[in-house]
């Protein structure tokens, strides 16, 4: 199955990315922060969030994104043997054409064991991460896809869920985050303005 990409406007228009049609904007019936972007698909359990933090000075570039997934991690409560870093790299030129080659980039692919909501039924989910480093706007800008690939028979989800991508099939999803990443562009800097 193909899928169908629509350009979603974000943070007032300031950035646009191409994601699947079948996601919707969870800002439209959720409240979510104004750093984030969040967009779901309740029939795959699939989700892509955008966010923009503080650039963290004192972590080297080639450890960013790791840290920014430790964090996630701790803030999601998930114990270290639930959550292991799969591989990370640079991303290339050709991968995020609209930045320049000198802006350090970075992509990460991660799995847990995790609960949704307050459900003691742990689904597997891989999580695909890239790390945009703005230096001169003083921003970490994270996009992040996560998949379900395995649901735990207890789980909420598995009554919404109506095509889980198989654990071993992980070279179509990674196709479909960079497919995003390549399209993620920033039309308007002024959004990173400090006061």
Known sequence: MSETFEKRQLYGGAIEIDI?????DVTSYRHIPDH???FSDEKSDQSVIIELNE???HIPNANAIKHHYEVLVEDAGISTDKSVIINFR???QTEM???DASIPKYVLLAQQKIAKFNETAEN???VYMALVRLEKSKTDLLITY???IALAPT????AVVQNLTPSNDQSKSEQLFLAMLKSFKIKDYSLFVHN
Do not use: C
Request: charged share 20%; proline share 7%; no cysteine.
């Open 155 to 158: 789980s909420s989800s598995m």
């Open 146 to 148: 996560n998949e379900a």
């Open 90 to 92: 640079d991303l290339t």
């Open 124 to 126: 597997t989910i891989n």
């Open 20 to 24: 699947p049609k079948r996601f919707i």
């Open 97 to 99: 054409p609209h930045f």
């Open 55 to 57: 650039i963290q000075d």
């Open 36 to 38: 984030q972007e969040l």
